[in-house]
């Protein structure tokens, strides 16, 4: 399998501030990556697909870039609703999720 | 809107059969755009994906549970279920249902929608 390994663990951060996550796959799995957000209590929600493409209706605060074996996922200016957990999934090969960034305020 | 609501026990004793179902509603399981999954998470971890079931009937199944696991479908009802054998306390966790994009590969693309998840505990 894949792994994935998502850093930090979790991050404490001001509204308005600029938060980055990162992943990283265990081989190279090209753009085949996606990033969700879980709120307490909730299921995971998608929110970008293939590494950079916005689901549809997903404010333009959130983004994803890069390829191959390292990924980063962006909010440029965090809002209260952002408070939730953040999981990156690979599907190269069989699916796999990362162990999640918790993102409080 | 596509939705899915799983349904069963929330408590299953060591060595039995943990059973849920998955109702669909707002599109048909025998859609070729997609697969129907089942994904699981423990307290505190990342999901892990279960196996799914497309609309011809074919399943794939995570390595480290195929031997356990079983996924049906009834398309008369628009449901898929989810059948977990021997289970011990390492299978108890919240379990979702999730319809995943068909794309041409073994397995799906992403998870959208999932379903709010129900929790299993494993206890006797």
């Known amino acids: 399998d894949i792994q994935m390994t998502q850093s930090p663990s979790s991050l404490s951060a001001s509204v308005g501030d600029r938060v980055t996550i990162t992943c990283q796959a265990t081989?190279?799995?090209?753009?085949?990556l996606n990033w969700y957000r879980q709120k307490p209590g909730k299921a995971p929600d998608l929110l970008i697909y293939?590494?950079?493409n916005l689901e549809t209706g997903v404010p333009l605060r959130f983004s994803g870039s890069g390829s191959g074996t390292h990924f980063t996922f962006t909010i440029t200016s965090l809002q209260p609703e952002d408070i939730a957990t953040y999981y990156c999934q690979q599907y190269d090969n069989l699916p796999t999720f990362g162990g999640g960034t918790k993102v409080q305020i | 809107q596509v939705q899915l609501q799983e349904s069963g026990p929330g408590l299953v004793k060591p060595s039995q059969t943990l059973s849920l179902t998955c109702t669909v509603s707002g599109d048909s399981i025998s859609s070729d755009d997609f697969f129907w999954n089942w994904i699981r998470q423990p307290a505190g971890k990342g999901p892990e994906w279960i196996g799914h079931i497309y609309a011809s009937g074919t399943t794939n199944y995570n390595p480290s549970l195929k031997s356990r696991v079983t996924i049906s479908k009834d398309t008369s009802k628009n449901r898929f279920s989810l059948e977990l054998h021997s289970v011990t306390a390492a299978d108890t966790a919240v379990y979702y249902c999730?319809?995943?994009?068909?794309?041409?590969?073994?397995?799906?693309?992403?998870?959208?929608?999932w379903g709010q998840g129900t929790l299993v505990t494993v206890s006797s």
């Open positions: 293939d590494a950079s």
């Open positions: 081989q190279n799995i090209g753009v085949y």
């Open positions: 999730a319809r995943g994009l068909a794309s041409g590969y073994d397995w799906a693309n992403w998870f959208d929608p």
